[in-house]
Every structure is written in C-alpha cells, then in structure tokens.
C-alpha cells in the first residue's frame, strides 16, 4: 500500500520558522516527484511546492518563494518543507503528494496544521 506520512506543523507567530516532512513508503519501482499543496476551510486546495525525484529541481508558488525551501532526503522516500518568515496566511492544512504512475498527483498523505499567529 502506497502512503504519504506528513510530520511537523503547529502553531507559530508571525515571522517564525517550521519545518514539515513527509515520508512515502510502499513503492520500489519508480521514481516520483512529491510536493505539498495547502487547504483553508471554504478554499481549493492549493500548490506550495514539487520536487524533483533527484531532489535537484524545486518549484515554488509564488507566494512562498523565497521563503520555504523543499529538499529531499539521500533516501529519496523523505521531503522537508523548511518555512521561514510565516506569515498569516500561511495558515494552513499542508498535505503531501507524490506523483503517481498515471502523472497525476495522489497518495495524499492525511494532513498536518500550520497555524501562524499575527
């Protein structure tokens, strides 16, 4: 069974730091790009980041460029979202992804809570 476990989060003031991580389990075959995406009540899910299987190519949205950092483990079953300089609106469920077979994005891990305080 394919999995994504999600690790980290909390709650933090404006301007702090966290660090989330992930860890997929359950493929031996493939390579795969993972990534984040994040959810507020009453909104879509949106993108926060990918990376590439051999961790050497990140994307960014917009809004958390140069503030959050995506980097893979030598394992390359682990990612680590580094968040600096949170701001309110970062707040979030964060949910890790990994890219399946078809292309598409799925094993959705079951989601962690960030929190930024103003």
């Known amino acids: 069974q394919v999995q994504s476990v999600e690790s980290g989060g909390g709650s933090v003031q404006a301007g702090g730091s966290l660090r989330l991580s992930c860890t997929a389990s359950?493929?031996?075959?493939?390579?795969?790009?993972m990534g984040w995406y994040r959810q507020t009540p009453g909104k879509e899910r949106e993108f926060v980041a990918a990376?590439?299987?051999?961790?050497?190519?990140?994307n960014y949205a917009d809004s958390v460029r140069g503030r959050f950092t995506l980097s893979r483990d030598s394992t390359k079953t682990t990612v680590h979202l580094m968040m600096n300089n949170l701001k309110p609106e970062d707040t979030g469920t964060y949910y890790c992804?990994?890219?399946?077979?078809?292309?598409?994005?799925?094993?959705w891990g079951q989601g962690t809570q960030v929190t930024v305080s103003s």
């Open positions: 359950g493929r031996t075959s493939d390579t795969y790009v």
């Open positions: 992804a990994q890219e399946t077979p078809a292309g598409t994005w799925g094993f």
């Open positions: 990376i590439s299987w051999s961790g050497e190519q990140a």
